[in-house]
């Protein structure tokens, strides 16, 4: 599996640099063999933790706060990239551009979408937009779970798609993904001024 | 036997190695430190127990009083008696709107940061100063009970704080001469305290309701590692915030009461809720004296004071009138005093007045779990720290939220202090299996054309972090960068927190979209952020640590902390003469009240010796010699001696004889 991935990393294009939810990379650093796994989409998140608590108490900050000024320079920018590593890999959608942008393939900011899930989309915008002005928390509400509800079918068609590296489908679901997201980051805004 | 006898002495010798470090726990109401001795960590014991309370008191000859001695001037000096200035720190005129009105003293100063009036308005302090003052007298304590100077602290800071609130801190520990060794989320503190004591593995809510803010942490526990999973609250939300409600609820026309009095009935509330956490009581009764000068009437020869509309019918508080009519005679009517008013607060009552507040934390409570993917029934426990949940009320409430009895064995109010040292222990050194992981509370980001904000680090991110993002120019020819750093969760920038505002210049000029600025936000393990801009066509580049929107700049830090030390005998003198002056006072007013009530216990020579010491006294407190005032107050000490030994006489005999004192004092005929 690792090896049909560029080992250099991905490029530095600034494009994809520019991505929402692509966590920075210090030095192209791998965040993969940083926490000593191979670049997958499967993750075994309680493999995974262990690991992160396992690193985090040898490179973490405070083990070294009585070392030279540049030790500790040093081991912040270690820690954070540990960090990093970890909030990309445990979220599946960051993980998933990750490997995405690895391939090279990278989403641009004026990505093609199907234009039948755009139009849906708009229209369910405009309704969550009417719902928030009227202060509808109960349709907000639903809205959200609706919404929710395509976020985890979305999400549960990737692991085939990487499984069949079918690197184009799995694209245009993180479109997508995009999209719902930033939906349901509208839904919580709105629940949090009611 | 021999081993026995080594020991102290070898632990002497380890005690001597080990670097003098302190947890600080700088509350809103109370103020503590703490540190690990041994294995476990201890609070720092002082005067009248471990806390300090987190009142500075300015006095007109330029003294500065800390904590308890302070507190007692709250009453007749309100405006230069500065308590929950945590409320104020880090935070501009335009957060302050909603609380101000109920604050005693007076606020000046701009939308960049506050200031407060005191001294008799001779000086203007900023909140960080007063922070400052009460981590001086920490200071002071833990030097004092640890025998030597303090080599570095943890200070905590309520999970919520945003970066502006966090560095004002850290400067406030740096003017009081600490080493702040790391600043640390207070419900992350507070785990680590019962992590260890109790070795508990699994995942937890801290929720943390303290004097005036909010915090709510979720954390895993594995074996040494703390990780936050998720935190929330209100950093604007705490106890206070109940004598507040208390009081509106009470008296409906707050507003029209002087400030003094509004202090006087806030303090009144904070009794009676504190009262009520008694489980014993279910009911207390609020009690305040109100100034003369208010508009009154009269009824049935009873005055009874007006708290109503000013100049329009009064709305009567005496708690035994309805809707304005006695419920029984008036001459009953004994709780209805001229110049007092009174009302019974049950702990329904209480739970009522709470509600509003308590919700706010219920919604929190709901986000950091969503936040954390986890659902209620997933938690092993949940932890109450702070003061404010000793309060049956609280406790009831999060019990019922959570649907489980929270865990409450470790004091709330020291808790956080405990956890902090045992931060501070591993900082320095020391062998504590301990690894915290902690988050960025409110996500961070950079306003973009329209007002709309990016966010470049999410909240509930783990620190040290760091992102990275490219921005391009919006318009042609465009050769400068307005940055603006702003954090909070809000859409737009104008409803986020202003963190700093910074410009980068020098880009060639090019057709819009073509110039580009890399933006690279990095935070340190103490939560704290620095943002650096690189133009990519010229690769020019500036950097700042973000220069606060609020609070002070590098600059007034240095002033102040050279100015601290230019002044620093002249502040010591100050202060100690401050204290003894408020000691003396005591002494006097005590003094005065035994010789008038036990007037049949003093001969003539005792009462003119007592009389002569104190002139003297009286004498020296005019002056500015703290020594002479404290030389007078033993002179007067030894001149009562006889009369004093006379009084605790009497008091042993009634006692034995088992009669009340008054009993007594009737027997010796006064």
């Known amino acids: 599996m690792a090896s049909q991935f560029n080992s250099s990393g991905p490029p530095r294009d600034p494009a994809a640099a520019d991505d929402r939810g692509l966590a920075p990379r210090a030095g192209g650093d791998d965040p993969f063999a940083l926490l000593g796994l191979s670049p997958a989409y499967d993750v075994d998140l309680a ?148 | 036997m021999l081993m026995q006898i080594a020991e102290p002495g070898e632990s002497k010798i380890k005690e001597a190695c080990k670097p003098r470090v302190v947890g600080i726990d700088l509350g809103t109401t109370n103020s503590l430190s703490a540190h690990v001795a041994d294995a476990a960590p201890e609070v720092i014991d002082g005067d009248g127990g471990p806390l300090v309370p987190s009142v500075v008191h300015y006095a007109a000859d330029g003294g500065v009083i800390v904590g308890r001695p302070a507190q007692a001037r709250a009453i007749e000096a309100p405006h230069d008696t500065l308590a929950s200035v945590k409320r104020l720190i880090g935070r501009g005129a335009k957060d302050l709107a909603a609380v101000r009105a109920m604050l005693p003293y007076e606020l000046v100063g701009d939308d960049r940061a506050i200031r407060i009036r005191v001294a008799g308005g001779r000086r203007v302090v900023s909140p960080v100063e007063v922070s400052a003052e009460i981590l001086r007298e920490l200071k002071a304590r833990a030097e004092a009970a640890l025998g030597g100077p303090i080599e570095g ?21 740096r003017l009081a001469g600490l080493e702040v060794m790391r600043l640390l989320a207070e419900p992350t503190a507070a785990a680590v305290a019962y992590g260890l004591d109790r070795g508990s593995t699994g995942t937890y809510a801290v929720f943390d309701l303290g004097g005036g803010t909010f915090d709510v942490s979720i954390l895993k526990l594995v074996d040494g590692v703390f990780e936050v999973k998720a935190t929330g609250g209100d950093s604007a939300l705490g106890g206070d915030d109940l004598d507040r409600l208390i009081v509106m609820a009470l008296i409906p026309a707050v507003a029209d009461l002087d400030r003094r009095t509004i202090g006087a009935a806030v303090a009144e509330a904070r009794r009676v809720k504190e009262a009520l956490s008694d489980l014993a009581l279910d009911k207390v009764t609020f009690e305040l004296a109100v100034p003369a000068d208010l508009p009154r009437a009269g009824s049935n020869g009873i005055v009874h004071q007006v708290l109503g509309q000013r100049g329009a019918q009064y709305v009567t508080v005496c708690d035994r009138l309805i809707d304005g009519q006695p419920t029984s005679a008036a001459s009953d009517c004994t709780t209805c005093m001229p110049g007092r008013y009174r009302h019974d607060v049950t702990r329904a009552q209480l739970a009522e007045f709470a509600q509003p507040l308590l919700k706010r934390c219920g919604k929190a409570c709901g986000r950091v779990l969503k936040d954390a993917e986890l659902d209620k029934a997933e938690l092993d426990g949940v932890i109450l720290v702070g003061g404010s949940t000793r309060s049956p009320v609280v406790r009831d409430y999060v019990a019922t939220w959570f649907a489980r009895q929270p865990l409450c064995d470790l004091d709330p109010e020291q808790v956080v202090a405990l956890g902090a040292a045992v931060q501070a222990d591993v900082l320095a050194g020391g062998k504590q299996n ?21 966010k470049l680090i999410h909240r509930n ?210």
Do not use: W
Request: charged share 30%; glycine share 6%.
């Open chain 2, 434 to 454: 301990v690894t915290l992981l902690d988050v960025v509370p409110l996500s961070l980001g950079i306003e973009m054309m329209g007002g709309v904000v990016e």
């Open chain 1, 47 to 194: 493999a995974l933790e262990r690991a992160f608590f396992e690193r985090s108490k040898q490179l973490h900050p405070d083990r070294m706060a009585s070392a030279p000024a540049a030790e500790r320079v040093a081991v912040l920018s270690r820690s954070r990239a540990l960090n990093d590593a970890y909030q990309l890999i445990k979220k599946p959608i960051p993980r998933a551009e990750y490997l995405l942008a690895r391939a090279g393939v990278t989403i641009g900011d004026n990505e093609r979408l199907d234009p039948a899930f755009l139009m849906e989309i708009l229209e369910l915008r405009e309704e969550l937009a009417e719902a928030r002005a009227a202060e509808n928390t109960e349709l907000v509400a639903r809205l959200q779970g609706a919404m929710q509800a395509r976020r985890t079918q979305a999400l549960e068609a990737l692991p085939g798609l990487f499984a069949a590296s079918d690197m184009k489908a799995i694209k245009d679901r993180l479109i997508v993904l995009r999209y719902i997201n930033r939906y349901l980051e509208e839904c919580d805004a709105a629940l949090d001024e009611a």
């Open chain 2, 461 to 670: 991110t783990t620190i040290p972090t760091g992102a990275t993002q490219i921005f391009t120019t919006y318009a042609d020819n465009q050769t400068g960068f307005d940055i603006h750093v702003v954090q909070g969760e809000r859409e737009t920038a104008d409803a986020c927190r202003s963190l700093a505002r910074f410009v980068l210049r020098g880009v060639p000029p090019m057709v819009a979209g073509m110039g580009r600025v890399e933006i690279t936000f990095l935070i340190d393990a103490d939560g704290l952020l620095k943002v650096m801009a690189k133009e990519l066509t010229t690769g020019k580049e500036a950097s700042i640590e973000v220069v606060p929107s609020y609070g002070l700049s590098d600059e007034e830090v240095e002033q102040m902390l050279i100015d601290s030390f230019e002044h620093a005998e002249d502040d010591l003198a100050r202060r100690n003469l401050a204290i003894e002056r408020v000691e003396a006072e005591r002494i006097l007013a005590a003094t005065r009240a035994a010789f008038a009530s036990d007037a049949a216990l003093l001969d003539d020579d005792v009462r003119a010796a007592g009389e002569a010491a104190m002139r003297d006294l009286e004498a020296a407190m005019a002056g500015t010699d703290y020594l002479a005032v404290r030389d007078k107050i033993s002179a007067l000490d030894v001149a009562t001696k006889p009369f004093a030994q006379l009084r605790m006489n009497r008091a042993i005999a009634a006692q034995l004889h088992g009669v009340s004192l008054d009993d007594a004092a009737r027997k010796v005929g006064v």
């Open chain 2, 153 to 173: 602290a943890v200070i905590t800071v309520p999970a919520y704080f945003d970066d502006a609130q966090r560095q004002a801190t850290r400067d406030a520990g």
